[in-house]
């Protein structure tokens, strides 16, 4: 089945870029190898189980299960549990929409989006991040997760560290790929991925980075680091995770959370995400070789990615899609007066556009 409903392309820029130089950056190519790299570890046998028996509705069937995605420095091994929306009676290989959750939330907390997917022909796949959800060791919200950025903000720089703010889920998302390439149900040519905040973080630095993502939409996500930081914007980033941020403060002898303490953090806890892996210089890469989809959504007043900075990224692929002849490829959404929200249209939008070009 085709999505052969009219789409229009919709962007609600407002004003200019104010773009900044990007020094010391390595080209995207460049920085998509050294990404590939900086967060490679070695891999363990997938070792896919089948949490529960899968629920069958009217339209669609849900299933639980899990996979192994890395064996950690202390000998066990990471399992990464996912949540899955068949349409029911499917039959064939279908397309695949991964969607990813925000901070302190969940995989179960993405359903109604996977229903969205199922009940058009694609199978939805939710999986939570790490220390998120089941993998919260039984805390709640984002406690186990800043508790662990926490941690890693501790580690000792000569001994392995973990890296849960964000890099950590783009290795689990990566290995999340190559289970749904060998999946009876799944057609491994349309892959599609899509992210809200944290999980749209995550969206542009792991599909960015790895081709077989042939859709992808960071939904309030798109921003610069660099910028938020050379420009005082800095901290709607850093409250989402800000008991991490203030413990940080107090071991650098800061009286409160500042621009030194960010770079501090940051430099240290997602490595590069001041230059290489920022999303200006990320983003183009969705337009190299073969042109893959891209959906873009913020708003305007949005403190957790301040619009001069997703300007700067925007701008950055836009370029890259123009150059490439596939400007029918990229939406844009900034919307008036939104702060750190999906709107209802956005999603539904971004929805349209993955059936669009997954199918």
Not at 334 to 355: R, S, Y
Request: with cysteine; hydrophobic share 45%.
């Amino acid at each position: 089945m085709r999505f052969t409903a009219p789409f229009v392309f919709v962007a609600l820029l407002v004003g200019p870029a104010t773009l900044t130089a990007q020094e010391n950056v390595l080209p995207p190519e460049k920085a998509k190898a050294a990404l590939l790299k900086a967060l490679e570890r070695p891999e363990v046998a997938a070792d896919v189980r089948e949490d529960a028996k899968p629920v069958v509705a009217s339209k669609r069937a849900v299933s639980r299960w899990s996979f192994a995605s890395e064996k950690k420095a202390d000998g066990t091994v990471e399992r990464v549990p996912v949540l899955m929306a068949i349409p029911a009676g499917a039959k064939g290989k279908l397309p695949v929409m991964i969607v990813l959750h925000g901070t302190g939330g969940n995989k179960e907390g993405m359903q109604s989006w996977l229903d969205a997917f199922a009940d058009r022909g694609v199978i939805g796949v939710a999986i939570d991040a790490r220390y998120h959800g089941g993998r919260a060791n039984a805390g709640k919200g984002s406690t186990a997760y800043v508790d662990s950025v926490t941690t890693a903000w501790r580690s000792p720089a000569d001994r392995p560290m973990e890296h849960p703010f964000y890099y950590d889920t783009v290795w689990d998302l990566w290995r999340l790929l190559d289970v749904l390439e060998k999946h009876e149900a799944v057609d491994a040519k349309h892959i599609g991925m899509l992210g809200v905040s944290m999980g749209g973080i995550q969206t542009w630095l792991a599909a960015s980075a790895d081709d077989r993502v042939s859709v992808a939409a960071p939904l309030i996500a798109v921003q610069s680091f660099r910028w938020s930081l050379e420009n005082d914007r800095w901290q709607g980033r850093a409250n989402t995770i800000k008991a991490a941020h203030e413990a940080a403060a107090k071991d650098l002898g800061e009286p409160a959370v500042n621009r030194r303490v960010c770079r501090e953090v940051w430099s240290k806890v997602i490595p590069g995400i001041l230059g290489d892996f920022d999303c200006p210089n990320l983003l183009p890469l969705f337009a190299a070789g073969s042109p893959r989809a891209l959906f873009i959504a913020n708003g305007d007043a949005d403190p957790n990615c301040p619009v001069e900075g997703a300007r700067i990224a925007i701008a950055a692929a836009e370029a890259a899609y123009k150059k490439a002849g596939a400007s029918d490829r990229l939406v844009v959404r900034v919307n008036a007066g939104v702060a750190h929200k999906v709107t209802d249209e956005d999603q539904n939008a971004a929805i349209e556009f993955a059936l669009k070009w997954l199918k």
